[in-house]
């Protein structure tokens, strides 16, 4: 079996960690084959203190819990364009690059702390035998909270060289997928696993749609195709005002109760 190295960036998220690392405590991978990695950069909040707390109850469950802390002084990511333009895209690249240098497992997967897993989620994308495959989720939310379908972490490049959503019929009905659905993609992230090969020789940086798009470039100069399995389909919680509805919605507190 493979080993894998679960790994993100964490920046005032005491909000959501403890269902966060609920949904990662759920993970049904054997957790000796499983390193976790978080790096806290520029936190105000107690999210430190809770990932070494949960560091502290399950490092016996895991081959290895790394927590490192990198302050770049990076204002805070309000989902604003000229400050994600500025600042947030160059920090996030430079932290996922800090953690690819440390990974030694034979897998990657970034899962974002604001993204709550299945527990299959690597049985479902490992087994498709992929150097860079993702996981499904939707951003629209806040921009249209009725079809959040309509703005997934999937795009295609159209024939003017414009990334655009991948909305199809399989997309809006992930949620309720019975199998798995594979689609080629040109540029994805937020939960995102890659081979060591993978990891190993591509790259973070700046673009203005964000720092998964000069990643999925490069890979794809380097001759690396990109995928996405519908059927791993994960909630993004984009706000503690959706988390509680979530939380209402799905009726089981056991589930999102502490860590």
Known sequence: MKTITIAA????REWILPQYLRSILKINYPKALI?????VNDSSDKTFEMLTEFKKSRKSLYNNIRIDVINNNTPEDLREFSIRNKYIYKSLSGLKNYIMSKVRTDKLIFIDTDILVKPDVIT???????KIISGLIYNGYITNKDKPYLYPNIMKLDDKGQYRHITNYYVKSAPT?????IQR??????IIMLDRSVYKSVKYGFHPQGEDAYF??????????IYCDLFAYCQHIMSEQQLRE????TKDDTVFSGT
């Open 216 to 225: 999925c470039k490069m890979a794809q100069d380097k001759g690396y195709e």
């Open 185 to 190: 993609v040109d540029l994805t992230g937020a």
């Open 124 to 130: 479902k994308l490992l087994k498709h035998g992929k």
């Open 177 to 181: 997928l019975l199998c798995s659905q």
């Open 35 to 39: 390193d976790l990695h978080f790096v």
């Open 246 to 249: 979530f939380i209402n919605e």
């Open 9 to 12: 960036p964490v920046r005032n």
